[in-house]
C-alpha cells in the first residue's frame, strides 16, 4: 500500500510542479542569451547531426547487406556438401543420372534462389533449372571453372556475378568419388532484398508510399497534416488513412443505426471490432470531418484516426536433448556450469548475439518447453521454412483471412528465426529457445505495414488462441486508445507484451512501446553502445542485440537485419525461457525479473539509453527458477525491496518513473 500512496503523492506532486513551473522560471533578462546559439547555428548543428545519422544508418545496411551475402555462401555450400555426403553413402553402386537429377530437382524446389545445377562425374554431367546460354559470358565463364574444379576434387566459389539484374555466383564442391561433384549457380537476391528492406525499416525513404494507402503523414497527437518527403521526416510522423476514423461508442449500434449511419456519411466501409468499437471508411468525408461527427452526435469514448503500424524490421517438453555441438569451458569460478555452443551451421561466426548475452550459459538452466507460445504479430511466417520445421502453432491472417499467414515481406520470418530457429541440427542459425513454439499472426501487408484494426485484432487473437508472450517488431509515434485497449485486453488476460521502440534516434515515445503494460525494447550493437538508430527515452526498459543479426529469411534463405524488430525478438524469446523455467511467473512478474536481471550499461541505474540495461539470459532464468534470486552486478542497489513492499504491481512502476522523469524536467526548467 505504501507504494500507491507514492504514487498518488507524486501525482499530487506533478499536479503543483506544473502550476509553480511558471512562477520560478527564471524571467528574460536572468538568462545568459549571450550563449544561446542562435538559429543558423542550431540548424547547421542539426543538420551535420542528421547528416552522420543518415551515414550511420547506411553503413549499418551496407554491413546488413554483406553478412546476408556470407550467410548465403555458407549455407549454399554446406547444403550442397550434404547432398555430395549423402550421395556417396547410398551404396556401392554409383548413382544414376535420373536419380541424380531428382536429386538436384528437389534441392532447386527447396531452394529457389538456385538456378541451376550440374552432377558432374569426369567428363559426363547430369543438369538440371535454367539453361546457361540465357546468362552473361561471365557466368558461363565460372560455371566451366567450376566444373574444372569439382572434377579435379576441389571447392570453387566465384566472385559476385550478374544474375537477373542481381547479384549471383557460382559454387562447386566435390564428391565422394575422384572425379565427382556439384556445381550451382545461385541467385543471390536476398542481398537486394535486404537493402530494399532495411531502407523502409531504418527509415531512410519516405515510408509508407502515401499513394498507395491513400494515407497522410500527422504530427503526434495532433491532426495537422505533414508532408514526408525524405526519410528523417519520419521520426516526427505518424501515417494515418485520409477517409477513415475509429470510434468506440458507449453502445453497440443497432442494425437500423448502422444503416442510417451509411447513408448520412457515405460509408464504404463499416467494420465492427468487438466491444462497441468500429472502423469507418467514407466516400466523401475526411478523417478531421468523421471525428468532428462522432464527436458532435454520439459523444463517443473515443474518435480518433485509423493509423499505420510498420515494422522496426517435437520434442518432450521441458528434457534436455542430446547435444552433439560443442561444450565451451567457462572461465575460473563457473566450475559446474559450461556454455552449451550448438552446431548449427551459421552459429560459431555470425551469431555474437546469442553468447553477448549468456544464452549460451542459460541454456544450462531451461532450453524452453513445447507448450510455450510467442505470438509473432507481424508480417508472417515462411511457414515451410526447413529450420522452422516442428517449432510453428496455428497462426491466422488478419490482412487476408482467406489464406494463410505466409510472410511475403521477410521481416516476420526473421524475427520468428530469432526465437525459434531450430537448434543443434547442423543446418543455418540457431534460435534463443529448443522448444518455445511461434504463432504467426500475419496483421501487417505485403508493404511492412498495417492498421491499428489489423495489429489490434491480431494481439486480441493471439491473446484469445494461447498466446503466453506477444512480439510486435512494429510502431508509430501516436497513441491509438483502439491499440492501448487491445494491449490491456491481453495484459489482462496474463499476456506478456514486448514491443520495438523504433529505428529513428529519437527520444519521442514510440507507441505500442511506450505503453505501461508493453516492454520496451531498444537496440545495442556489438560493441554494447546504444545503435546509432535505436530510439531511446525514460519509457525504455531494456535493451538487447539489434545488429546484423542473422536469421531465418523467406525461400528458405538467411538473412542478417538490424533494428529495435530484432532486439525485442530476443526480449520475447528470453521470457519464454523465463516462463519455462517458473510456470508459476505472471505477466509483470516476467516484466519485473526483466528489469531486475538486466546487466547495467551506460549510467548507473536506469537510464534513458539503455534502460534497466542488457538483457542477461543466465541471470534472467536463474532468478525465474528461484537459483539465484538477486539482481544482476550493478543493479541491486537500485532494485525495490520487494519483501517489504509486497509483490511489485510493475505498470504501476512505469507510471511512476514516467512521473519522476517528467517532475524532474519540469523542475530542471
Sequence with gaps: MRRRYAFFGLLFTVAVAIFAVPIIVPQPGGRDHASSPSP?????????????????????IKQDMAKTGMLC???????????????????????????????????????PHFETMAWTSGTSDAAVGEKLERFDPTVRSAWQEGLSAARQGRSYESASLPVRGDGGYVLAVPGGTGGDGLVALIHNDAVDEVEKHQRRNMRLVPYPDNSRFRTQATEPGKLKDKHVSSGDANGNASHYAVDEVVVKLRRQLTP???LQLRKTLNLSVAREHRRQTYVFRSKTLGTAQLIAYFKKNWNPIFAEPHYLYMTNDGKPAGRMAPLAGRVKPLAAGNPLQTDIVPNDTLYGQYQWNLPEIATERGWNVTRGKQDIIVAVVDTGVQLDHPDLKGRLVKGTNIVDPSAQPEDDVGHGTHVAGVIAAEVNNNEGVAGMTWYTKVMPVKALDNSGAGTTYSVAEGI???????????NLSLGNYAQAQFLHDAIKYAHDKGVLVVAASGNDNTDRPGYPAAYPEVVAVGATGSDELRAPYSNYGDYIDVVAPGTSIASTYPGSRYAALSGTSMA?????????????????????????LLDKTARDLGAAGKDTEFGYGQIDVHAAVEAAAGKNAAPAAS??????????TGQPDVVEQRLLDRLQTLLSDLLGR
Design 635 to 644: 543493479k541491486q542497489a537500485a532494485q525495490t525491496d520487494v519483501q517489504n
Design 40 to 60: 543558423s547555428q542550431q540548424e547547421s548543428r542539426y543538420s551535420a547531426a542528421a547528416k552522420e545519422e543518415h551515414a550511420e544508418k547506411l553503413e549499418t
Design 256 to 258: 437500423r443505426e448502422l
Design 568 to 592: 525485442t525478438p530476443h526480449v520475447a524469446a528470453l521470457a519464454s525461457l523465463m516462463l519455462a523455467a517458473n510456470g508459476s511467473l505472471t505477466n509483470d512478474q516476467l516484466a519485473d
Design 73 to 111: 555462401r555458407i549455407e549454399c555450400s554446406s547444403d550442397m556438401r550434404k547432398l555430395a555426403a549423402a550421395a556417396s553413402k547410398s551404396g556401392a553402386a554409383p548413382l544414376s543420372e535420373a536419380r541424380k537429377k531428382a536429386l538436384m530437382k528437389d534441392m532447386l524446389a527447396a531452394n
Design 460 to 470: 486480441i487473437w493471439a491473446a484469445d488462441h494461447g498466446a503466453h508472450i506477444i
